[in-house]
């Protein structure tokens, strides 16, 4: 009942709808409707009460709870089945929890905190209350196992497309896993799968947005490497608008790739807003170190680069960290 109150009041926003209309509306007490009111405010939404006019929407707390995220979004598939948690160790630890109970294809958790975020490798991943996005996606699509990276490229194009439509900020993809802004990063993709031999039962796509974070919140060692989008445009910007957009942007893209087996488009957009193209680099994997020169993404969006010897190879994402020469 509290989510159809709000819709009607957002359906109306700026202006007043009165306790009678609500109640007709909704079909409950008026005395109902003003106890949801009562609980709405204490939620953070700022709404006018004004005897004989009624109630005002005038703004809305940057939340990112159930009724918030499902009153507005668009998608079919992407965020259909929402999962929020005020705070969990890992979106991508119940993610796959979730998934082994079966849930559908395309569902998304969210968490407003994280106490174990993980990052690649078993590094840790800084999560703080209320100011950053901390989701997971399931998948459920027909690849192989080697196939799987695609799915991280596909993920670094939506939400880097999704960053600069919602906020203008000028955010790259730092291959294969970053999203930055000025050298610095904003966002790092998580991407885990089950697999059989020659195929994927689901994959979990985690992805970590730094909004609202005070860089001061950061340990010392991450805020060297660290920003976030309010630190790039010098103001907070309201979670839920970049949830939407990235679900929405993503859905497309994913789509698109189901039904053409293509990764053109998001290769496309990786390729445009790459930093690391034309730039030295260095992959660092488990058994070596090779410096090259970056100089394209195959069209599945694998990086090849030329190495020092002169010759051109191509590199898998997997378990390989890239490094520029002069910077992190
Ligand atoms: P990564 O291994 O590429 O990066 C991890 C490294 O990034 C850390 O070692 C640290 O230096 C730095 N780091 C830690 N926290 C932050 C932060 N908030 N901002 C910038 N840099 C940081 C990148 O791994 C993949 C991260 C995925 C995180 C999402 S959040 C939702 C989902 N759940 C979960 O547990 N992980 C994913």
Redo the contacts with the bound molecule.
């Keep these: 009942m509290k989510k159809d109150i709000l819709e009607a009041l957002k359906q109306n926003k700026g202006k007043f709808i009165s306790g009678e209309e609500l109640s007709i509306k909704i079909g409950v007490t008026r005395t109902a409707i003003w106890k949801h009111i009562k609980q709405l405010k204490e939620d953070g939404y700022e709404i006018d009460a004004v005897s004989r006019r009624g109630y005002r929407l005038i703004q809305e707390p940057d939340t990112l709870e159930l009724n918030e995220l499902e009153i507005d979004i668009q998608t079919r598939l992407i965020g259909r089945n929402l999962i929020y948690y005020p705070s969990i ?5 119940e993610a796959k929890k979730e998934a082994a109970l079966g849930a559908p294809e395309g569902t998304v958790i969210i ?1 407003d905190e ?1 106490t ?6 078993g ?5 703080p209350r209320g100011t ?1 996005i ?3 996606i399931i998948l459920k699509p027909q690849l192989e196992p080697a196939e799987a990276a695609k799915i991280t490229q596909l993920t670094a194009a939506a939400v880097t497309t999704a960053l600069r439509n919602v906020t203008g900020c000028e955010a790259g993809i730092k291959w294969p ?2 999203i930055i802004i000025n050298k ?7 991407t885990e799968m089950s697999a059989e031999l020659n195929t994927v039962n689901h994959i979990i796509v ?3 947005i ?1 909004v609202n ?1 005070d860089p001061k919140e ?1 340990p010392d ?2 805020r060297a ?3 976030s989008i309010k630190e790039s445009v010098g103001h907070e910007i309201y979670r839920k608008e970049i949830v939407l957009e990235i679900l929405q942007i993503f859905e497309e893209l994913y789509l698109d790739f189901l039904r053409t087996r293509s990764m053109a488009k998001s290769v496309e957009i990786c390729k445009k807003y790459s930093v690391t193209l034309g730039n030295a680099v260095r992959i660092i994997s488990k058994d070596k170190i090779i410096f090259g020169e970056a100089l394209d993404l195959t069209e599945d969006g694998e990086l090849v680069i030329r190495n020092e010897a002169g010759a051109v190879e191509k590199i898998i994402s997997g378990e390989v ?1 890239v490094r520029g020469i002069s910077d992190y």
């Design positions: 160790d890992s979106t991508n630890n968490a994280q174990g975020g993980r990052g690649r490798l590094r840790h991943w800084v999560s950053g901390w989701m997971s896993n970053d610095k990063k904003v966002c790092g993709i998580l985690g992805i970590g730094n974070v950061f060692e991450v490497i660290a920003t960290s």
